[in-house]
């Protein structure tokens, strides 16, 4: 093992809330450097070797060198997520535009792949920043927005539309949004308690509930049903 930490970076998003909660309750976290990022910096991070382990889009797999998954765990949904939007003031059919959420690698591409294999439509495809006004936005443009902002913003369109629906609409196939990957090989004692300490927060959701639904964008009975009904933590299954 290392004669340091082993680093971990995760995203900083409600999804997260259960394998934080796993890694907390078992101690885990006081055995590792834990941060918290916005997905595509948990890429970055991983990319770039500041971390040795992260929960990344797993767009940014082939970007990884030697990776690998190392859990049986990751962000997944079968149908509607809720957190993965495309969203809008126009009908679908009126959209020349789509500006895309700088957070995310995996979304951004699988609204690419929805546009050119199941919608069939061409979009002029924008990069935002930091900076960028999500809730303002022109007529025939629309936003793909991911995360708890989801829940925030959309109430800021009159159209929505739910990329890992569309793409189960589309396929009959689940989606894998990130998956806890590192970039060298660890220790199997350190995977098996990792592992461990991530299950027990997807085990026992209603807890993380309790422990988080009163703080943050998503809270209480949403919070729930969005990681009761909304997501798919179990790799295995996806």
């Not at 009908?91 to 995310?104: A, E, H, K, M």
């Not at 189960?168 to 806890?180: D, M, Q, S, V």
Request: some cysteine.
């Amino acid at each position: 093992m290392f004669s340091r930490k082993v680093r971990i970076s995760a995203v900083k998003y409600a999804n997260t809330f259960p394998f934080i909660y796993g890694m907390t309750e078992t101690g885990f976290d006081k055995k590792v450097i834990l941060t918290t990022d916005h997905p595509a910096d948990c890429a970055r991070k991983l990319i770039s070797n500041e971390v040795d382990i992260g929960l990344i889009p797993v767009a940014a797999l082939p970007m990884v060198k030697d990776y690998r998954l190392i859990t049986d765990y990751c962000l997944g949904a079968y149908g509607k997520v809720r957190t993965v939007m495309l969203l809008s003031n126009c009908p679908f059919s009126d959209i020349r535009i789509i500006n895309l959420d700088y957070r995310s690698r995996s979304s951004v591409n699988l609204a690419r792949i929805l546009a050119k294999n199941l919608w069939k439509k061409e979009f002029e495809w924008r990069q935002t920043s930091e900076l960028f006004d999500f809730c303002n936005i022109h007529g025939n443009e629309a936003i793909v927005l991911i995360g708890d902002q989801c829940f925030e913003y959309e109430k800021c369109f009159t159209d929505k539309i739910d990329l890992a629906e569309e793409w189960f609409k589309f396929t009959g196939l689940p989606f894998a949004f990130a998956c806890w990957t590192a970039n060298k090989q660890l220790e199997k004692k350190f995977i098996d308690e990792f592992n461990e300490a991530l299950g027990v927060g997807v085990k026992n959701i209603p807890a993380v509930v309790e422990k988080y639904g009163s703080s943050g964008v998503i809270r209480g009975d949403d919070l729930l049903i969005y990681l009761t009904k909304n997501m798919n933590f179990l790799m295995r299954q996806l």
